[in-house]
């Protein structure tokens, strides 16, 4: 049984370039940092209320895709609109712009500089589980 989100992990030619792009998004610096042969492999973030861990991993350790796949992770925000914006302008580029899904349901996605899918949410439910939490 799914428990919950743990580790979203993202693919980057550049490791060092995508961490440096992610910590402008996410206004923090990567907690833990693990190098192969010189520049780092694998850097992971921890993130939101819950801090859940965003990995970024050299592509050369991908496992292989299946044709055909596919997956958007959305991250929580408080402003879908603002948060679409702002991650076009640190060069992300359009996926799926803001849509209303039904009430309290709005996302959006974007690619970033090294052809990850990133999505953003607002979820009212997110936040009645936050309130139900006593956070």
Do not use: C
Request: charged content about 20%; aromatic content about 12%; cysteine-free.
């Amino acid at each position: 049984m799914l428990r919950g989100l743990t580790t979203i992990t993202y693919f980057a030619d550049d490791v060092a370039a995508a961490a440096a792009w992610y910590t402008e998004v996410l206004g923090a610096e990567p907690y833990f940092a693990r190098p192969v042969d010189g520049p780092p492999a694998y850097v992971e973030f921890r993130i939101g209320d819950y801090r859940h861990e965003l990995g970024l991993l050299d592509r050369r350790f991908a496992p292989p895709t299946a044709p055909g796949a596919g997956v958007v992770a959305y991250w929580a925000v408080d402003d879908v609109e603002a948060a679409y914006d702002r991650l076009l302008s640190l060069g992300a580029t359009a996926h799926d712009k803001p849509t209303e899904r039904g009430p309290g349901f709005v996302t959006a996605s974007v690619v970033d500089p090294f052809g990850n899918v990133l999505g953003v949410m607002f979820n009212q439910h997110y936040l009645d589980v936050l309130g139900e939490s006593g956070r």
